[in-house]
């Protein structure tokens, strides 16, 4: 059975940094892309960044591009999304994901909460 972990939200002020890990258990997932998406309050889910099964292409909500970075560890079967300079509007229930490039995300995770306050 497959099972995807999320870590690593929390509560931070304007301006610091957190690191969210996905830890994927129940198959290898090598072969998939690695993505990230968020649900704030009352908001539709969102796509925040993805990755590719080789970590060498990488896509990102314009949103987010220049302040968050995801990366993986294949041999982990892991993969992170590290936020930077973080926004009160990041504020959301974070959810790690894998899936193919053109079918979409098929695993979820449960999410993991990041609060951003000003």
């Known amino acids: 059975q497959v099972h995807l972990v999320e870590s690593g939200g929390g509560l931070v002020q304007a301006g610091g940094s957190l690191r969210l890990s996905c830890a994927a258990s129940g198959r290898t997932f090598s072969n998939y892309f690695g993505g990230w998406f968020r649900q704030a309050p009352g908001k539709e889910r969102e796509f925040v960044a993805r990755i590719s099964e080789n970590g060498l292409r990488t896509y990102y909500a314009d949103s987010v591009k220049g302040r968050f970075t995801i990366s993986r560890d294949n041999a982990k079967n892991m993969v992170f999304l590290q936020m930077n300079s973080l926004k009160p509007e990041d504020t959301a229930l974070y959810y790690c994901?894998?899936?193919?490039?053109?079918?979409?995300?098929?695993?979820w995770g449960q999410g993991t909460q990041v609060t951003v306050t000003s």
């Open positions: 994901a894998f899936g193919t490039e053109y079918g979409g995300m098929k695993y």
